[in-house]
């Protein structure tokens, strides 16, 4: 059982091409999915999927989970069928999956227990850095665990920030969703305004991509805004669900968050308007609905 050996759980729009940099850079990788029909691509990668939880872990050094969410991640590891059951000692668990602090420390107990190694270590990027093998990690666990896990995230990624122990890394991402959420949303209502004041949706963006608030991720979404073609890079539910992780977590500690809740509203609104499957920067039509006054009317 090498350092190479890689069960990686989750093929999914994030996970499928995560795993595809791993075969291709010369890991072993068996693949899992909860839904039956992906991972051909892996396949043809080099790698294989695995018949079932216990069988993508039983050689495997090295096991990576990503995955919708805390629910999604505690009925794949936890319980008889789940794969913590099966890995081997010493083995090393990294969830990339965000799921928020809370959950990630329950995670860890259980992996100590198992005898496997545990970092929450969530990334920065959405499909394209995926695709490209461009993420970020930021990774919450000992040193010792974050080294031996650190050629499996550098052939995903470009990068490893070590916030510190168990539940750093988590805490971390859902930071930086919490600020991409309400920064888009922000963006979202400027452009809702500019149309009710009469001025041009482009000129609006262009001003917004070039000056103070100017960042990448404003030069990415507000195009995507004003043709509103909403393919999903990252999906609007989600976005929503990590916004209230990041509010589940001020209210554990009593700390207020009231851009993050403002923005917590829109994107359920936009939900409940059946855009949760769309991209995120969605958020921008549902918030130009709402600038139209009353029912969507001026």
């Not at 916004?243 to 403002?262: I, K, N």
Request: aromatic letters at 4%.
């Amino acid at each position: 059982m090498g350092t190479h050996n890689v069960a990686f759980l989750g093929l999914g729009a994030m996970g499928l091409p995560m795993a595809l940099n791993l075969a291709r850079k010369g890991f072993i990788v068996s693949g899992w999915n909860r839904s039956p029909g992906r991972g051909a691509a892996l396949t043809e990668a080099g790698g294989r999927l695995a018949e079932s939880l216990h069988n993508a872990v039983a050689e495997a050094s090295c096991i990576v989970t990503m995955l919708s969410g805390p629910a999604a991640v505690a009925a794949v590891a936890l319980g008889p069928d789940g794969f913590l059951t099966a890995a081997p000692k010493g083995a090393v668990w990294v969830e990339c999956s965000t799921i928020g602090p809370e959950a990630v420390r329950k995670l860890a107990a259980a992996a100590e227990a198992a005898g496997v190694q545990f970092i929450d270590a969530p990334v920065l990027g959405s499909v394209g850095p995926a695709t490209k093998g461009t993420l970020h990690f930021v990774a919450g666990g000992s040193a010792d665990a974050v080294a031996s896990a650190r050629p499996v995230m550098l052939a995903m990624g470009d990068g490893i920030t070590h916030f510190g122990p168990v539940g750093a890394g988590a805490g971390a991402k859902v930071i930086s969703n919490m600020v991409t959420a309400t920064l888009v949303s922000a963006v979202a209502e400027g452009l809702a305004l500019g149309e009710r004041l009469g001025l041009d949706r482009e000129q609006v963006a262009a001003m917004l991509g070039e000056g103070p608030v100017a960042s990448p991720i404003v030069k990415l979404k507000a195009p995507i805004m004003l043709n509103e073609q909403f393919a999903p890079a990252f999906q609007l539910k989600l976005m929503e669900k990590d916004l209230g992780l990041a509010l589940a977590e001020a209210h554990r500690l009593g700390a207020a968050l009231p851009t993050a809740s403002g923005a917590h509203e829109a994107y359920a609104g936009a939900r409940t308007a059946g855009m949760g499957e769309l991209d995120f920067a969605a958020v921008s039509a549902f918030l130009r609905l709402m600038a139209r006054g009353p029912l969507g009317r001026d």
